[in-house]
């Protein structure tokens, strides 16, 4: 999976042509940069780290936002953009042209222990990592391996896979499938081991263990993306159509904690309407376009009504004093 994912040339987030399989929050409309800029003023970042930076869209509407509504706050902090795709951290570094001396680009999170004071961030970061995948049967976690021309094989589960269930002390119901999210934890202890003090802000879709483990989800959440349309033909199109699972917030949280850091979670409803949803609604007032209001309009609908992004996201903040 990781292979199909981000192989340097033929892996589907490395490929230079972006891919047109799904929307983010940061694809709607500016006002998504607006609210996190504002997120951040409150919280004086003056470090913000990117993870997953793409092609620096999110990092645009967020300096720009800053630069507009806290011109001291912009005028202070630096934004680096965490990226693996050698296309993607050039479209970032392009950005940096709009902010000179802002955008540092980085393939690597590369920082030492407690050396952020500030906010890391990432939007749909996560479900983007490689995952085994595990189906408990009589009792016993085995561990879905691929075989000759792509067949499935159930094989006693690896150490890292029994290790990993053992920690979190959850296993799925028997005679389904799970996703075993090694690399978000791992993910999660470097983010804990670099920050000193400020947020850890991660905005995805997913739920916590005993939803994502519950007889609801035999098959579990895997699923291919693949020109706006989901399959689960995991071994078809290798390379061109995105892979993914819902985000196990367990995990990040139980390892957060394990880091010193606090959490909370709540809906991306909630986390718009706590930042920046009235401000939001007063810059409608401020649209003479009719056309440019209805935009805004709908983009707010979008991002905060709960049958929509507003409740498909989930925004994790994890403090750390």
Same mark, same amino acid.
């Given at each position: 999976?990781?292979?199909?994912?981000?192989?340097?040339?033929?892996?589907?987030?490395?490929?230079?042509?972006?891919?047109?399989?799904?929307?983010?929050?940061?694809?709607?409309?500016?006002?998504?940069?607006?609210?996190?800029?504002?997120?951040?003023?409150?919280?004086?970042?003056?470090?913000?780290?990117?993870?997953?930076?793409?092609?620096?869209?999110?990092?645009?509407?967020?300096?720009?936002?800053?630069?507009?509504?806290?011109?001291?706050?912009?005028?202070?902090?630096?934004?680096?953009?965490?990226?693996?795709?050698?296309?993607?951290?050039?479209?970032?570094?392009?950005?940096?042209? @709009?902010? #000179?001396?802002?955008?540092?680009?980085?393939?690597?999170?590369?920082?030492? #222990?407690?050396?952020?004071?500030?906010?890391?961030? =990432?939007?749909? &970061?996560?479900?983007?990592?490689?995952?085994?995948?595990?189906?408990?049967?009589?009792?016993?976690?085995?561990?879905?391996? *691929?075989?000759?021309?792509?067949?499935?094989?159930?094989?006693?589960?690896?150490?890292?896979?029994?290790?990993?269930?053992?920690?979190?002390?959850?296993?799925?119901?028997?005679?389904?499938?799970?996703?075993?999210? *090694?690399?978000?934890?791992?993910?999660?202890?470097? *983010?804990?081991?670099?920050?000193?003090?400020?947020?850890?802000?991660?905005?995805?879709?997913?739920?916590?263990?005993?939803?994502?483990?519950?007889?609801?989800?035999?098959?579990?959440?895997?699923?291919?993306?693949?020109?706006?349309?989901?399959?689960?033909?995991?071994?078809?199109?290798?390379?061109?159509?995105? *892979?993914?699972?819902?985000?196990?917030? =367990?995990?990040?949280?139980?390892?957060?904690?394990?880091?010193?850091?606090? #959490?909370?979670?709540?809906?991306?409803?909630?986390?718009?309407?706590?930042?920046? &949803?009235?401000?939001?609604?007063?810059?409608?007032?401020?649209?003479? @376009?009719?056309?440019?209001?209805?935009?805004?309009?709908?983009?707010?609908?979008?991002?905060?009504? #709960?049958?929509?992004?507003?409740?498909?996201?989930?925004?994790?903040?994890?403090?750390?004093?």
């Amino acid at each position: 999976m990781e292979l199909a994912l981000y192989h340097p040339e033929l892996g589907y987030y490395c490929k230079a042509a972006r891919q047109d399989d799904y929307y983010t929050n940061a694809d709607v409309h500016a006002v998504f940069g607006d609210i996190l800029a504002r997120f951040l003023a409150a919280h004086g970042a003056e470090t913000i780290v990117e993870l997953g930076a793409g092609e620096g869209k999110l990092c645009r509407l967020i300096l720009k936002a800053l630069q507009t509504d806290f011109p001291e706050i912009h005028k202070k902090c630096s934004y680096v953009c965490v990226e693996k795709s050698p296309a993607r951290r050039q479209a970032c570094a392009e950005a940096g042209k @709009d902010f #000179p001396g802002k955008i540092t680009v980085k393939e690597n999170f590369d920082f030492g #222990p407690g050396s952020i004071n500030g906010v890391i961030l =990432s939007n749909e &970061f996560f479900d983007a990592l490689p995952f085994h995948r595990a189906y408990l049967e009589l009792g016993a976690v085995k561990e879905v391996q *691929i075989g000759k021309d792509f067949e499935e094989i159930l094989a006693p589960a690896s150490k890292e896979v029994r290790e990993y269930f053992d920690w979190l002390n959850v296993f799925p119901q028997e005679g389904a499938y799970a996703e075993v999210q *090694i690399a978000c934890r791992d993910w999660m202890g470097k *983010i804990g081991r670099a920050m000193k003090k400020g947020v850890v802000l991660s905005i995805d879709y997913g739920f916590e263990t005993r939803e994502l483990f519950s007889e609801a989800r035999p098959l579990g959440t895997a699923l291919c993306h693949f020109k706006h349309s989901t399959n689960r033909e995991y071994y078809e199109r290798i390379g061109d159509q995105d *892979i993914t699972a819902h985000v196990n917030f =367990s995990v990040l949280m139980k390892e957060g904690e394990k880091q010193g850091l606090k #959490p909370t979670l709540m809906s991306q409803s909630r986390f718009i309407l706590n930042n920046g &949803f009235e401000e939001a609604v007063k810059k409608l007032e401020n649209v003479a @376009d009719p056309r440019a209001r209805l935009r805004l309009s709908s983009a707010i609908k979008s991002l905060v009504h #709960p049958e929509s992004m507003g409740g498909a996201f989930k925004v994790l903040l994890q403090k750390m004093a």
